[in-house]
Nanobody, 126 residues
Framework: QVQLVESGGGSVQAGGSLRLSCAAS????????VGWFRQPPGKEREGVAL????????YYADSVKGRFTISQDNAKNTVYLQMSGLTPEDTATYYC???????????????????WGQGILVAVSS
């Protein structure tokens, strides 16, 4: 079955860190754009970070630059999102998504990717 599965979410206090994982099964992401998106409660989805798994090129939303890092492990067919300096404004359901093409910064706005995970909740308390 072709799917993306997110893990690593949960509850954390402000200032804390979490690492999200996006594992692909039945599908290789070694030549893909892979992205993390989030949807805060009652708000629209927003792009967080992208990585192009061929060359490791990355893009970040301004709101997470310097705090979040996206990375890949092609051997594990997995992409990670290391989140630090978390604030309550980071509370959201986080989704990973992918498509077999080069990343463009505009994908952070459009979400133009083909395969999406089910999402995982990150809750940051003050």
């Amino acid at each position: 079955q072709v799917q993306l599965v997110e893990s690593g979410g949960g509850s954390v206090q402000a200032g804390g860190s979490l690492r999200l994982s996006c594992a692909a099964s039945g599908y290789t992401i070694s030549r893909n754009c892979v992205g993390w998106f989030r949807q805060p409660p009652g708000k629209e989805r927003e792009g967080v970070a992208l990585i192009y798994t061929i060359d490791g090129d990355t893009y970040y939303a301004d709101s997470v630059k310097g705090r979040f890092t996206i990375s890949q492990d092609n051997a594990k067919n997995t992409v990670y999102l290391q989140m630090s300096g978390l604030t309550p404004e980071d509370t959201a359901t986080y989704y990973c998504a992918t498509a077999p093409r080069r990343c463009l910064a505009s994908i952070l706005d459009t979400g133009y990717l083909d395969l999406w995970g089910q999402g995982i909740l990150v809750a940051v308390s003050s």
